[in-house]
C-alpha cells in the first residue's frame, strides 16, 4: 500500500524500519483498515468503557464489528453488531435467511482468505478466539455464505484465481505456487485431477504458509 501511494511497484517491504518508524515518504505513517478509524472519534468523546460495553456481554472482545453476508441470502448487506454476534444471526436475523428454501453447506467467517466452516458451526460466537478455535479466522467478518448446490473445489478454485491475479509477483512461492494451485484445482474440479494433484496441493500449503513469503497474501490464499 505504502509502496503505492509514492507510485512504486506494489511489493512489500522487508522490516524493519516498520511503517510507524519509516512509512511513506520516510514519514512515521500508520497503516490501519477505515472501522479502526471510524473507532476513535466515538471511543476519545465517551470513553473505552462505553465501547467495552457495546459488546454487550457477548465477547471478550470489546464493542462492535462491521458484519457482512454474501451469497446464496435474501438479502446481503452490512450491519454495525456486537462482537460475538453469531452467524446464525448475521444469516437470519439480517440477512433474511437463506434463498429460494435452499440450505446452509458451509461459510466462510471472514472473507477469502479465512477457512470454510461446516453448517454445524453457526451458532459460534464470531469472535476472535472462538473462530481460531474452530478452525478459521475471523478475518473482515465478511460472511460468504454457501449452499448445499455449490462445488467446494469450484468455490475454492474460483479464491485461488483470485489470489493468483492479484499477487504481485514479488517472492517465488507466491508468484509460482499460486497458479499451480489453480491448476491442480481445476484438474480435480472437472473429474481429471488424480490423487497426485491433492498430494501436490497439500505440499504447496506447506510451502507458502507464514515466513514462506515476504507478507500474509500467499498463507492467506
Known amino acids: ?26 514519514r512515521p505513517t500508520i497503516v490501519n483498515n477505515v472501522e479502526t478509524y471510524n473507532n476513535l472519534p466515538a471511543i476519545m468523546l465517551r470513553g473505552p468503557e462505553w465501547y467495552i460495553g457495546l459488546s454487550a456481554g457477548k465477547s471478550k472482545d470489546p464493542g462492535t464489528k462491521i458484519y457482512g453476508a454474501s451469497g446464496k441470502v435474501k438479502f446481503p448487506g452490512l450491519w454495525e453488531l456486537p462482537f460475538g454476534t453469531t452467524a446464525r444471526e448475521v444469516i437470519e436475523e439480517h440477512a433474511g435467511g437463506m434463498r429460494d428454501g435452499l440450505k446452509l453447506k458451509a461459510w466462510l467467517p471472514g472473507g477469502a482468505s479465512t477457512d470454510f466452516l461446516p453448517a454445524d458451526t453457526i451458532d459460534l460466537p464470531m469472535d476472535a478466539e ?7 479466522r475471523l478475518g473482515t467478518c465478511l ?18 484465481e483470485f489470489f493468483a491475479r492479484e499477487s504481485c509477483g514479488w517472492c517465488t512461492p507466491c508468484r ?17 485431477g488424480k490423487k497426485e494433484d491433492i498430494d501436490h496441493l497439500q505440499e504447496l500449503t506447506r510451502k507458502l504458509w507464514i515466513g514462506k513469503t515476504f507478507c500474509a497474501h500467499a498463507p492467506g490464499a
Open 1 to 26: 500500500l505504502i509502496n503505492s501511494l509514492e507510485g512504486r511497484r506494489a511489493n512489500p517491504r522487508t522490516k524493519p524500519p516498520f511503517p510507524q518508524v519509516a512509512g511513506a515518504w520516510g
Open 130 to 136: 472462538t473462530i481460531m478455535k474452530a478452525g478459521s
Open 143 to 160: 460472511l460468504m455464505v454457501v449452499d448445499e448446490t455449490q462445488c467446494m473445489v469450484s468455490l475454492t478454485r474460483n479464491l485461488e
Open 176 to 192: 509460482d505456487g499460486l497458479p499451480w494451485a489453480v491448476k491442480a484445482l481445476k484438474a480435480l474440479e472437472t473429474g481429471e
